[in-house]
C-alpha cells in the first residue's frame, strides 16, 4: 500500500516528538514536513535537542519549516499547534484543501468540529459534512480531546451505556509533561501538588458532554450526566490519573461493571486499525494500581490503553468508585489522533 | 503554674518527634519521660539519629525506656505507638491510673473512647465517665482521629451545621511522612502516586462520622452523611491535601460559606489554649492554594491551622468543591493530641 | 540606634524574597524601597504572589518601583538584579551616590570591586578606595559570590591557611532554587541530575581564587591554587552540596583539620555583627551528613552556617576529601550580602 | 542451537527482574528455575507483584524454590543473592558442580576469582584453573563488579591504556535502585542527597584495581593509580552519574580521549556476543549530558552501553575531566553478568 504523506504542524514541542515515536514505523503514514516557528530552518534534532531521546536518523535531519500551506507537502496534517496559533492556522489548511487532524484545543467545540475518541463516537466523524458545507472548505478539521478528557469519556462510556450516569465527580492528578516544555517550574512543583490548571476543569466537563452525545440532524447533543471536576498538577512525569465517583440510574454489579470495562471494544478494534490497543481499557485487580510511573505504557499499543483499577461499590447500589489513567502523550494527544486519523483513512476521507 | 510532667509513648518515631517539637516551650507540660521499644537504654539522640533535625539538648539526652507504666514519672501520657502495640499498652497505663491521650487507631472506635478535635466535638470528653464506669480504670483513654480525618471532620463541620451535608465525596493527596519511618521506599513512590492506603479510607469515614455524631445518652450517634472517600499517595513530604465535593440539604452561597469557614472558631478558641490557633480554618483566595509545600505550616500556631482553597459553587445550588489542605503530623497527630490535652487539663482532666 | 533604610533592586525574585525575610526584624536596616521591572506598580505581595510564603504585611503592601536611582529613597542598596541589569544599573546607582551591595555577578571580577565573603577576605573591603578614586564615584559596588562560591571558599579559607592548598578537585550538587523562577524545568530535573550549569564552573573558579587572594598594592592578586570543578544541579530545593578533595602542602591531620573547621571564627564573629553566625563552619560527625533538606538551614542565624561532613584522609597524608553544604539563597546570597553590608556599616562605609 | 538450562538464585529482587527481562528472548540461554526465600512456593509473579511490570507470562507462572543447589535444574546459574547469602551459598553451588556467574560482593575480592567486565579484562577468567585447582571444585565462581564501579573501569580502562592514569578523583550521583527494594526510604531522599552509602567507596576503589590489574603468573596483580572515591545518593530512578577527575603520565589531547572512549571495542564486540552493545562507550558532544533520566538506557542494547559526556581538558596537560552514567541494573548488575556469562560459553566454561 502506498503511504500517505503527513504534515506535523508544531513538531518540535513535546507532542510533537511523540507523533514522531508513534509514526516511526507506521504502516500507512510517513513524515513528510515538520512545521516549527523559532526553529524555522534548523535540522529538527537541533529544534528539540537536549529535551527528549534522540529521534530517528532520517527525521533528525529533516529541516523544519513554516507552519503555512504552501511549505506543506503532505495529504493530510496533525497539528499540536499551541491554541492561539491552532484558531488561524488549523483553518487555512482546511481551506487550503488538507484534511486536519488536531489535538489543540481551538476548535474542539465548533458546534460542525468533530471531537473523537474513536472508540466512543466514530460516527460523529460526519461533522464533517456539514463543516465542509458551512464554510466550503475544500479540507477540513477534526478534534481530538484534551489530555484528561480521553480517559475519562473513555472510561464513562461504556458503564454510561450500561449504568446510565446521572453525575460524575472527578478529581485528577495530571503529570507535568501534560504542561508541555518548559511547562511546570521545579521549584513549584517537587515536593508539592498544585491543585489548579488553568482552563482544565471546563474543558473536561464540557468536551466529555460533547463526546458522549448524540449526533441528531447533523448536530451533537451533549450528553446530560453532570460533571464535578478538580484538577490538580502532581510530580509525576506522564500518565494523568483520575479519581472517579459515579451515580448511576440503574443498580451496579461491581463484578459485571469490571466486565462492561475490560471487555470493551469499538470500531478500531474491530477494524484493527494500527494504533488501536487490543483492549481499550485494562481492568486490574491489584488494590494499589493504576500507578502512572508502572502503567501508563500499558497495552499492546504501549500509551494507547486506559488502565482502571480499585473499582469499588459506593455506599449505594447505584453509586461506584474507581482510578483510571491514562498516558497524556500518547492516548491523551498523539495516539488519540493518529487512531482518529487512521479512521479517517478508512473511512475514505484522507484521499 | 505548675508544669505537668508527660510521657510519650513510642516518642522515636516520626511523630513523637513533633511531640517534643511542639512541647518544647510548652507553658503547661513537660516532657519528663520517653519510651520506645528497640532503643531501650539509649539517649533519645542516639535513637533518632539521622532522621530529623537535632532536638534539643535537654531532651537529647535523656533516656529511652521500656513502655511500661513502671517505668513512667508522668502526670499523664501521649501515645504514638503503633496500632498494634497501642490496643494492649494503653489500656494497661489507663488501667495504672494514667490519662491517656492517644493518637494511635486501636480504642478510636470503642463504644466508651472519646475521639476528639477541640474546636469540632470537645463534649464528647464526658465519654470518659462512662469508660471509667464500664471498665474501672483510675486513668482513661482519650484518643485523636487519623491525619486524614482530622482536616476532613474540621473543615466539614462548620459547612454541616450551616448546610446540613447529605453526601461527601472525597480524594486525598497525602505526604510520605503520613506513612512513618522508613515508611513509603522511594523507589516506589518517586514520580509516582500510589492509589490505594491501607485501611485509610474506612478510618477516614466512620472516625468522621462518630466526630460529627452527637452525644445521646451518654453515647455518641454517629452524624448520618454519606461518604465515599478515595486515599492516594503522592510524593510530597508533609501535609495532606484533600479534593471535596459535597451536596447538602439547604442551598449553599459560596461568599457565605468562606466565611463560614474563615470565621469559623470554637472552644480553644475561646479558652485561648496554648497550641489552639486563632483560626481553625483559613481561607485562601488564590486560584492555586492551598499546596503543601507552602500551606502546611500555616497559622498562628504553624501546622494548626487547616487551609482551604477554591471554594466553587458545584453544578447545583446545593453542591459545594473545595480543596483542604492540614500537615498530617501537627494538626493531623501530636498538635490535635496536644491540644486534646490542653482542654482536658482546662477541664480538670488531669489533675 | 537609627535604622539605615535600605533599598533592594531587583525585589521580586527569589534572592529578593529572602532579603526581604532575613531583613524583617533588623535591627540595623529597614526596607525603605522595592524596585522591580514587569511589575512596576503593583503591590509587593502581588509581584510575587504564588511562590512564596506571605511577606510580612508592612512589605505585602509596598509599591514596586522602577529602578532608578530617582525612585529610591535609601541610606545603601542591595541589587540582586540579573545579571545584564546589573552591569549598567548598579554603577549608575554607584555614580549617584549609593553605595551598592550586590550578590549580582556583573561586576565581581572588575579589578577595583571587592568580592567579599566578610569571615574570608574582610580586608578587601579596601578596594573600594581604588574603586572611587578611578570613577570619580560619590557611592561605590561591593560584591558577593555566586552561591556555590561561598560555601567552597569558606571552607577552603581556614584550610589553606592552615595547610596551604595545592589543588582543589570540586563537584557540586546544586539545588534548583539556585536557578531563580521560573528556572529548572520540572520536565528537565525531576528524577534526574542535569551535569551542567552555564557559566557556573568558571565564576566558581576565578571568584574563588579572587577571594582567597592577597591585596597587594590596592590591588588583589588572585591564590595560586589548582582549582578542577564540576557543576550539577540535582532534584533538591535549597541548598547546594559540594564534594571537596585537595591536596595540600603540608600533611593533613584529619582531626586536627576537623578543629581547623569547626573553630574557625572570623572578624563578623568578633564583632557579633547582627547575620553573623556563631559558627560560621559545623562540622558533623555522623556518615551520612550534610543533607541538603536537613541541613540548609543549620546555624544560629538559620542558612548561615556552611555544614562539613565526611571529613576523611585521602590516599596521600596531603590529601583530603569531604563534602560542604551551604543555603544558596542565604549564605550565598541575600545572608552574605547583608552579612557584608553590616561589616561595610562597621566600618562607616554606609554613612 | 540448544539453549542452556538457567538459574536465577535470588530472583524476586529487583535485579532478579532485570535477569529476567534481559533473558526473555535470549539466544543462547533459558531460564529453567528460579530461587527465593520468603517467596518460597509461590508464583514468581505473586513474589514480585507491585513492584515491577509484569514479567512474561511464562516466567509469571514459575515457582519460585529454594536456593538450594537439589532444587535447581539448570545448566550454569546467575547469583544475585545478598552478600551474607552469596557467601555460603555460591561455594555450595560450585561444589555440586554448576558454574556460578555472581553480582554478589561476598567473592569479589577472592584471589581466586575473576572479576569481570568482558571488555576490559576478560582474559582473567583464567583464575577459574587456580580456583578449580585450589578447592576442587567442579563447578566455580566468576563474579561481576559492584554497580558503581562497572562505569567507573569500562571508562578509565581505555583512557589508562593510552595515557596511563595516576590518580582518578571520583564523586558519584547514584540512583535509588541501586540500594535494591524497599532499599532507600522516600522520606530520607526526596528533594535530597544522601552522601554516603555504606561499604561503596571501599568496593569501587578495590575493585576497580583488580580489574584493571595484570594477570601474573595465575594471580592478578592490581594497577597502581591512585582512586579517591565519593558515593552519594541522588532521589534518580535508574543510572549512576559519576563525575570523575584523572591525572594522568601522557599528555592528553581532548579530541584523542574522545576518540579513545568512543572508538572503543573489545573481545565482545569481536565476538559478537548477543549482549554485546555495538559502542561499550558513547561520547556526547552536548554541554548538558549524560543525564541519567535519558540516557541510562543507551546503546544498541540498552541499558549496556555508558555515555561520557563534558570531556574537558583540565588545568593540567595531564588532567581531564568528564561525566559518566551507566545503568546500574544492566550494565551494572544483570546486564554484565549475562555479558560474562555469553563469554564463558564461548570459551566452553559452561558445556
Not at 504542561?179 to 471546563?202: D, F, H, T
Request: with cysteine; net charge neutral.
Amino acid at each position: 500500500m502506498k503511504q500517505l504523506k503527513v504534515a506535523i504542524l508544531g513538531a518540535t514541542g513535546l507532542v510533537g516528538q511523540h507523533y514522531i515515536k508513534l509514526l516511526a514505523r507506521h504502516p500507512w503514514f510517513k513524515i513528510a514536513t515538520l512545521t516549527g516557528k523559532e526553529s524555522i530552518g534548523k535540522k529538527y534534532v537541533e529544534a528539540v535537542r537536549g529535551e527528549a531521546p534522540d529521534p530517528p536518523k532520517e527525521i533528525a535531519e529533516m529541516e523544519v519549516v513554516p507552519t503555512e500551506p504552501k511549505y506543506v507537502d503532505a495529504d493530510f496534517v496533525f497539528s499540536c499547534l499551541p491554541t492561539e496559533a491552532a484558531r488561524e492556522v488549523e483553518p487555512s489548511f482546511a481551506k487550503s484543501g488538507f484534511p486536519v487532524v488536531s489535538d489543540a484545543s481551538a476548535h474542539r467545540m465548533d458546534e460542525d468540529v468533530p471531537l473523537i475518541i474513536p472508540e466512543v463516537n466514530p460516527g460523529h466523524l460526519k461533522l464533517v459534512e456539514l463543516q465542509r458545507k458551512r464554510r466550503g472548505w475544500d479540507g477540513f478539521i477534526v478534534t481530538t480531546p484534551n489530555c484528561t478528557t480521553v480517559g475519562l469519556a473513555l472510561t464513562l462510556y461504556p458503564l454510561h451505556k450500561t449504568y446510565n450516569i446521572k453525575k460524575a465527580v472527578v478529581t485528577t492528578m495530571q503529570a507535568v509533561s501534560g504542561a508541555g516544555y518548559p511547562g511546570v517550574p521545579s521549584l513549584s512543583i517537587m515536593g508539592n501538588v498544585i491543585p489548579y490548571i488553568s482552563g482544565e476543569e471546563k474543558k473536561v466537563e464540557i468536551e466529555t458532554l460533547k463526546i458522549l452525545g448524540n449526533l441528531e440532524n447533523s448536530i451533537v447533543k451533549p450528553a446530560s450526566l453532570e460533571i464535578e471536576t478538580t484538577c490538580t498538577r502532581v510530580p509525576t512525569i506522564d500518565g494523568h490519573l483520575e479519581s472517579l465517583h459515579i451515580e448511576t440510574e440503574r443498580p451496579i454489579n461491581v463484578d459485571e461493571a469490571k466486565s462492561v470495562l475490560a471487555e470493551f471494544a469499538s470500531v478500531p478494534q474491530e477494524l484493527n486499525l494500527p494504533t488501536a490497543p487490543r483492549r481499550p481499557i485494562i481492568v486490574r485487580e491489584e488494590q494499589d494500581r493504576p500507578q502512572p510511573r508502572i502503567d501508563a505504557d500499558a497495552g499492546t499499543v504501549p500509551g494507547m490503553s486506559v488502565t482502571v483499577g480499585r473499582v469499588r461499590q459506593g455506599k449505594r447500589p447505584t453509586t461506584l468508585n474507581l482510578l483510571l489513567l491514562s498516558h497524556n502523550l500518547i492516548r491523551g494527544a498523539a495516539g488519540v489522533a493518529i487512531l482518529t486519523a487512521e479512521l479517517a483513512h478508512h473511512y475514505g476521507m484522507l484521499r
